[in-house]
């Protein structure tokens, strides 16, 4: 009997602190879930997938699937500039804790373009990304689009299409 109660209680916490599902199999769900567009049952997936298995390689994925979540507005508990400010932290996140992942140079150049644009707006952090990025990596396609955002950041675009359409003249 001594040996019968330790025993249960060691299955017990055994068995509560191991779910059981694999990385891939939270990526999976959680891929499932977004093609199914239902999005709130997704993001805890992709959520737990980086929490608990942080090493692994889908992590910035993970991390980089939930930002675009934010950033399109897929979960609606937010406003607009809630969720926008939550994407780009999340974005900028991918880059700094997974600087040499397929996903942080596009994270990183997101990061930078939702601070920059309505309604958050954000120009100091948003030069400050757009500089770290070209200056991190100097090669990407989105180099020359940092570059026209932080020449033009704050300019009304009606305005831009102006002044771009008068310079070629």
Known sequence: MKFIIPFFIL???LISGCSGESAEDLMKAARQNIDQQKYIEAAPLLEKLVAEFPENELAPTALYDL???YQKRNLTD???KQALVKASELFKKVYDDYPSSKEAAYSLFMAGFIKANEP???YKDATELYNLFIEKFPN???VSSAKAELKF????ADQIITDTTLTRK
Do not use: V
Request: no cysteine; charged share 15%; aromatic share 0%.
């Open 11 to 13: 299955s017990a916490l």
């Open 67 to 69: 930002a675009n979540l």
């Open 78 to 80: 937010l406003t607009e």
């Open 120 to 122: 958050i707006s954000e």
């Open 140 to 142: 990407h396609e989105m």
């Open 153 to 156: 950041m704050g300019i009304p």
